[in-house]
């Protein structure tokens, strides 16, 4: 009897880590689910439950723009831009970009294929909505900060964040994921960036364990 494999994302992300290449192993994953290989864990038919109640009090205005960090195959950015925000999303991974293109094609998203840890300088300050949904929590710890910093340096003045991403819990010690601590949470908050409010909510599966669900405003003036 031969051990049992890791699963594809961690196999993977070990393989990318070892290389020094934190974003490295999501193009492979997305190539082996295209392949038949292997299956995209966070991968879903429906848009994010926790997004999806938000929005239902979220006050932006109609034409904003918006930004859905680490998009995947888009579901949750179809339905950001169901809501009625000049939507652009970005996936690290050109396949998964071809993929949300594909299952989308009239789609008035705009997919496209860019990498947190080095984002566009046309994007600095130029949102008014950005969607961070478990994407930080799927790069190692040492890199965090300049994830957490760069999706700050998106906002425009009077534009709001809304992170989503799992809580830390003692046992977890090998990712990815890799969940975030409620010190990671306060680490979006600058002079700048204003914590609205943190919530603890139950996940939408039945692991029965509970997400962050925090809100950032950027003040007009900032």
């Not at 008035?108 to 008014?128: I, K, Q």
């Amino acid at each position: 009897m031969t051990d049992a494999q890791p699963p594809a994302d961690r196999r993977l992300a070990a393989q990318a880590l070892a290389a020094n290449d934190p974003t490295g192993w999501f193009e492979p994953l997305y190539a082996e689910a295209a392949a038949g290989n292997s299956v995209v864990p966070w991968d879903r038919d429906v848009p994010n439950p926790l997004l999806v109640d938000w929005f239902r009090t979220a006050d932006l205005p109609q034409g904003a723009r918006g930004l859905v960090i680490g998009c995947g195959y888009g579901t949750d950015a179809e339905y950001v831009a169901s809501q009625g925000i000049r939507t652009t999303a970005f996936d690290v991974s050109p396949t998964a970009i071809r993929a949300a293109r594909a299952r989308f094609p009239h789609s008035p998203v705009t997919y496209t294929v860019a990498d947190l840890l080095d984002p566009p300088p046309a994007w600095l300050h130029a949102f008014d909505v950005v969607i961070e949904s478990i994407t930080v929590q799927s790069l190692p710890p040492d890199v965090r900060t300049t994830a957490i910093t760069n999706i700050a340096n998106l906002l425009s003045p009077n534009a709001t964040l809304l992170v989503i991403a799992d809580i830390h819990r003692p046992t977890d010690t090998t990712g990815p994921p890799w969940p975030l601590t409620r010190a990671d949470i306060d680490t979006f908050t600058t002079p700048d960036l204003i914590q609205v409010r943190v919530e603890t909510v139950p996940r939408p599966d039945t692991s029965g364990r509970h997400r962050w669900r925090a809100e950032f405003h950027r003040p007009a003036s900032a």
